[in-house]
Nanobody, 123 residues
Framework: QVQLVESGGGLVQAGGSLRLSCAAS????????MGWFRQAPGKEREFVAA????????YYADSVKGRFTISRDNAKKTVYLQVNSLKPEDTAVYYC????????????????WGQGTQVTVSS
C-alpha cells in the first residue's frame, strides 16, 4: 500500500505563492502516476495536476495552467505542487493521490489519498 502526507499549505494574499509537498511511503512504482486535486467547501473535488513518477508527462487543469507547476523527486519519493499567482478561487483543501495508471485526471482512478493541506488565499 501507499501512504501519502501533504504539507506546505497556508494563508497567503492574492498573487502570492506556496510550494505544496506530498511525501509518499510504501510500495510505489516508477511507472505509476501522482496527482493533485482540490476541494473547496460545498464543491466537488476537482483535478489540478498529474505527473508520472518517471517520465515527463504532465497534465494541468485549464484553470491553473501557467500558474501551477507539478514536479517530483523520485529519490525522496515526494511530489510537489508549486502554486503561483494565487487567486481567492484557489482556496481549497489540496490533496495528493496515487494511481496505478501511468497518468490520469480522473479522481476515481486514484487508489490512495493523503489527508489534505489547506490553502487559503485572501483578496
Amino acid at each position: 500500500q501507499v501512504q501519502l502526507v501533504e504539507s506546505g499549505g497556508g494563508l497567503v494574499q492574492a498573487g502570492g505563492s506556496l510550494r505544496l509537498s506530498c511525501a509518499a511511503s510504501g510500495r510505489t512504482f516508477s511507472n505509476y502516476g501522482m496527482g493533485w486535486f482540490r476541494q473547496a467547501p460545498g464543491k466537488e473535488r476537482e483535478f489540478v495536476a498529474a505527473i508520472r513518477w518517471s517520465g515527463g508527462d504532465v497534465y494541468y487543469a485549464d484553470s491553473v495552467k501557467g500558474r501551477f507547476t507539478i514536479s517530483r523527486d523520485n529519490a525522496k519519493k515526494t511530489v510537489y505542487l508549486q502554486v503561483n499567482s494565487l487567486k481567492p478561487e484557489d482556496t481549497a483543501v489540496y490533496y495528493c493521490a496515487s494511481t496505478g495508471l501511468t497518468i490520469t485526471t480522473t479522481a476515481r482512478n486514484y487508489d490512495y489519498w493523503g489527508q489534505g493541506t489547506q490553502v487559503t488565499v485572501s483578496s
